[in-house]
């Protein structure tokens, strides 16, 4: 298997639609997904993580490895494509397809995931902060959509969304070339230098339209 494409950035920044456009581009992201565009199982674990830690998706801190997950790589992967006995993992083998995953906790989360996939690159996607909070409250208020009552506090959410932004540029050192760090608005904007960077981390000529995706 590949090494994967890992998604991180605070939540309502715009990582939805960069998901769709990588999967578009041949990335896979999942066979099963919510309607964030989230695998699923990596979702669930993020969050089984960050329980048995404490925290939460909008309380988040770094798990300490007494609670990482401990289901192997092997068969995250499997579960991530499906495979259900051995001739689907000997054609999925074969194909040796470009996959990866896009959850907001994975900023917290991330040390646990590289543990388990080493060459791992990870895409840190970052938005205006007046942006993000203002998208927050607005879901905070949606029926059947997730809900904290904290966060009604629009200090709480600038506080939440740059201990987001502060984690994940922290692993910028640390990955060097297997990090990159994108603009929600540049991305938006068709803006040639990052279009070419993404393409460049990924090896993939990326055939979707961010503006395609904006709703």
């Given at each position: 298997?590949?090494?994967?494409?890992?998604?991180?950035?605070?939540?309502?920044?715009?990582?939805?639609?960069?998901?769709?456009?990588?999967?578009?581009?041949?990335?896979?992201?999942?066979?099963?997904?919510?309607?964030?565009?989230?695998?699923?199982?990596?979702?669930?674990?993020?969050?089984?993580?960050?329980?048995?830690?404490?925290?939460?998706?909008?309380?988040?801190?770094?798990?300490?490895?007494?609670?990482?997950?401990?289901?192997?790589?092997?068969?995250?992967f499997r579960e991530h494509f499906r495979l259900n006995g051995r001739l689907a993992q000997w054609r999925q083998a074969l194909r040796h397809e470009k996959w990866?995953?896009?959850?907001?906790?994975?900023?917290?989360?991330?040390?646990?995931?590289?543990?388990?996939?080493?060459?791992?690159?990870?895409?840190?996607l970052l938005r205006n902060e007046d942006d993000v909070v203002a998208s927050l409250q607005k879901r905070n208020e949606v029926n059947g959509e997730v809900f904290?009552?904290?966060?009604?506090?629009?200090?709480?959410?600038?506080?939440?969304?740059?201990?987001?932004?502060?984690?994940?540029?922290?692993?910028?050192?640390?990955?060097?070339?297997?990090?990159?760090?994108?603009?929600?608005?540049?991305?938006?904007?068709?803006?040639?230098?990052?279009?070419?960077?993404?393409?460049?981390?990924?090896?993939?000529?990326?055939?979707?339209?961010?503006?395609?995706?904006?709703?």
């Amino acid at each position: 298997m590949r090494p994967p494409f890992i998604i991180i950035g605070m939540h309502r920044s715009g990582t939805s639609i960069l998901t769709k456009v990588l999967e578009k581009s041949g990335i896979f992201m999942g066979v099963v997904k919510d309607h964030n565009y989230e695998a699923m199982h990596f979702l669930s674990i993020n969050q089984q993580v960050l329980w048995k830690s404490g925290a939460d998706w909008h309380k988040p801190k770094v798990p300490e490895k007494l609670h990482w997950h401990e289901i192997p790589a092997q068969e995250l992967f499997r579960e991530h494509f499906r495979l259900n006995g051995r001739l689907a993992q000997w054609r999925q083998a074969l194909r040796h397809e470009k996959w990866g995953w896009k959850d907001p906790r994975n900023t917290f989360t991330l040390d646990m995931w590289l543990a388990k996939f080493p060459g791992a690159k990870v895409i840190h996607l970052l938005r205006n902060e007046d942006d993000v909070v203002a998208s927050l409250q607005k879901r905070n208020e949606v029926n059947g959509e997730v809900f904290a009552p904290e966060l009604k506090d629009q200090d709480y959410c600038h506080q939440l969304c740059q201990d987001y932004v502060k984690q994940g540029r922290s692993y910028a050192q640390k990955l060097g070339d297997r990090y990159l760090e994108l603009e929600y608005e540049k991305l938006r904007a068709q803006d040639p230098a990052s279009i070419e960077a993404l393409q460049k981390f990924t090896g993939l000529a990326l055939k979707a339209n961010f503006k395609k995706y904006l709703h």
